[in-house]
């Protein structure tokens, strides 16, 4: 049996030194601003799994009204949604994501993206994807005033 969850995440830009992306840490002329470590990726990632499994959403699990959540590692909150998952009796068949931001150039940071969020949730790289859009120049995205992502994720029955 499969089931399919999306997750979408969206952080404002301020002037910064690096953006935490997909569990790495890219340098880079702006930082994403959030409660947590604002990791725009793994956080749609969170919900596109709970999602799937009806389990919730990454603020319910992990409220910012909690001050134990700030300055939070998201790949912390990533493994815990994987956990609920597998204590659920789901595993993650495959994850494809979208990250929209106009800079920086996200391709070349891809290699290092996938193996981190396969080593986060103990998956093959093949079953995690990424591409990258910007926004043309126009509107929040385009004019770096903020960054998004998107993941849709197929989880199955453990056999
Ligand atoms: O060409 P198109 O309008 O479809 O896409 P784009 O947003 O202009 O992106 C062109 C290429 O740059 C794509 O292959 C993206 O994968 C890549 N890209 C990137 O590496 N980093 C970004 N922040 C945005 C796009
Ligand atoms: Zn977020």
């Given at each position: 049996m499969h089931r399919v969850g999306i997750g979408h995440d969206t952080?404002?830009?301020e002037a910064g030194t690096a953006l935490v992306l997909g569990g790495i840490t890219i340098p880079h002329d702006k930082s994403a601003i959030g409660h947590s470590d604002a990791d725009v990726l793994l956080h749609a990632i969170t919900d596109a799994l709970l999602g799937a499994a009806?389990?919730?959403d990454i603020g319910e699990l992990f409220p910012d009204t909690d001050?134990?959540?700030r300055g939070?590692?998201?790949a912390e909150m990533l493994r815990a949604a994987a956990d609920r998952l597998a204590a659920a009796g789901w595993q993650v068949a495959n994850l494809d994501c979208v990250i929209f931001a106009q800079r920086p150039k996200i391709l070349?940071?891809?290699p290092a993206i996938r193996r981190r969020i396969a080593e986060i949730l103990g998956l093959d790289e093949q079953?995690?994807?990424l591409k990258a859009k910007t926004g043309?120049?126009?509107g929040p995205i385009g004019e770096e005033r903020a960054i998004a992502a998107e993941c849709v994720a197929l989880?199955?029955?453990r056999a």
């Amino acid at each position: 049996m499969h089931r399919v969850g999306i997750g979408h995440d969206t952080h404002r830009l301020e002037a910064g030194t690096a953006l935490v992306l997909g569990g790495i840490t890219i340098p880079h002329d702006k930082s994403a601003i959030g409660h947590s470590d604002a990791d725009v990726l793994l956080h749609a990632i969170t919900d596109a799994l709970l999602g799937a499994a009806a389990l919730g959403d990454i603020g319910e699990l992990f409220p910012d009204t909690d001050p134990a959540n700030r300055g939070r590692d998201s790949a912390e909150m990533l493994r815990a949604a994987a956990d609920r998952l597998a204590a659920a009796g789901w595993q993650v068949a495959n994850l494809d994501c979208v990250i929209f931001a106009q800079r920086p150039k996200i391709l070349p940071h891809r290699p290092a993206i996938r193996r981190r969020i396969a080593e986060i949730l103990g998956l093959d790289e093949q079953a995690v994807w990424l591409k990258a859009k910007t926004g043309e120049g126009v509107g929040p995205i385009g004019e770096e005033r903020a960054i998004a992502a998107e993941c849709v994720a197929l989880v199955e029955r453990r056999a």
